[in-house]
T-cell receptor, first 112, second 111 residues
């Protein structure tokens, strides 16, 4: 049982490049979230999904897009990477009801 | 607006008890969650409160007072491995159950 798996774990990009971060879960959870974590800022929500085929904006959505074509996968895209997007990105999932979110191990992204 | 405050750093001694406070001002409150995060790792769930009172889970307990916008996490019998960041997060209504996180409290446990 892998739980929440994020790929890749590390990546270095140049300004202007694009990439997609993948979050895969095997817990059959309806809800999925993408956060970024920066020093002194805490975890901030980028986008979230309440079910297959749905997405919604969080606190800091600018510069990111997401898709949830399959229930088990939540993709986070950077169309044109900027140095301000250097961060650690965490995916989380949650079951229905007032349940805790379960986090993946994170993706460490550096943009030069 | 949404605001969550917790101390930036705390230090405690192995074997002792430490209390980490969290105050919040949010609209649509629907629960308060505590997570532990070791350096370079993912946050892991510790405890949550929806109603007022104390929730106990082994060495960890969490308390909530909704009228005061206040919660604390109590760690007993501290161990060196408890050195980590502790994140307070508020769940809000009608937004996919999203969590709003505080900046975290970095706890150092000394021998």
């Amino acid at each position: 049982n892998a739980g929440v798996t994020q790929t890749p774990k590390f990546r270095v990009l140049k300004t202007g490049q694009s990439m997609t971060l993948l979050c895969a879960q095997d817990m059959n959870h309806e809800y999925m979230y993408w956060y970024r974590q920066d020093p002194g800022m805490g975890l901030r929500l980028i986008h979230y999904s309440v079910g297959e085929g749905t997405t919604a904006k969080g606190e800091v959505p600018d510069g990111y897009n997401v898709s949830r074509l399959k229930k088990q996968n939540f993709l986070l895209g950077l169309e044109s990477a900027a140095p301000s997007q250097t961060s650690v990105y965490f995916c989380a999932t949650r079951d229905k009801g007032i349940r805790p979110q379960h986090f993946g191990d994170g993706t460490r992204l550096s943009i030069l | 607006g949404q605001n969550i405050d917790q101390p930036t750093e705390m230090t405690a001694t192995e074997g002792a008890i430490v209390q980490i406070n969290c105050t919040y001002q949010t609209s649509g409150f629907n629960g308060l969650f505590w997570y532990q995060q070791h350096a370079g790792e993912a946050p892991t769930f510790l405890s949550y409160n929806v109603l007022d009172g104390l929730e106990e889970k082994g060495r960890f307990s969490s308390f909530l007072s909704r009228s005061k916008g206040y919660s604390y996490l109590l760690l007993k019998e501290l161990q060196m491995k408890d050195s980590a960041s502790y994140l307070c997060a508020v769940r809000v209504n009608n937004q996919g159950g999203k969590l709003i996180f505080g900046q975290g409290t970095e706890l150092s446990v000394k021998p």
